[in-house]
Nanobody, 115 residues
Framework: QVHLVESGGGLVQTGGSLRLSCLVS????????MGWFRQGLGDQRELVAL???????TYAESVKGRFTILRDNAKSTLYLQMRSLKPEDTGVYYC?????????WGQGTQVTVSS
């Protein structure tokens, strides 16, 4: 079983930056991919950035050039560096890990970008 704890969310002005962290523990050997997702109020959860065990990285078009996903295996931590934040980036950000049995999720961290 995998346990995920996100941190780093908060309130920031348009154009600001935040770095989210996701500490991963438990049965991590079965993980095949890790990523960040977000869910705005009334919206469905959407992919923000994804990294696979093979090193492939995928970003949502809306965050390309502004967000960077980084996986630090030594610290068992997944990061999301967010720059040039916009009000439309507001939402709850979830860390997710992909295993053969499906996805596991953290509790989420709120990011609010004021205009």
């Amino acid at each position: 079983q995998v346990h995920l704890v996100e941190s780093g969310g908060g309130l920031v002005q348009t154009g600001g930056s935040l770095r989210l962290s996701c500490l991963v523990s438990g049965t991590i050997f079965s993980i095949t991919g890790m990523g960040w997702f977000r869910q705005g109020l009334g919206d469905q959860r959407e992919l923000v950035a994804l990294t696979s065990n093979r090193g492939a990285i995928t970003y949502a078009e809306s965050v390309k050039g502004r967000f960077t996903i980084l996986r630090d295996n030594a610290k068992s931590t997944l990061y999301l560096q967010m720059r040039s934040l916009k009000p439309e980036d507001t939402g709850v950000y979830y860390c997710g890990v992909q295993q053969a049995s499906g996805w596991a999720w953290g509790q989420g961290t709120q990011v609010t970008v004021s205009s």
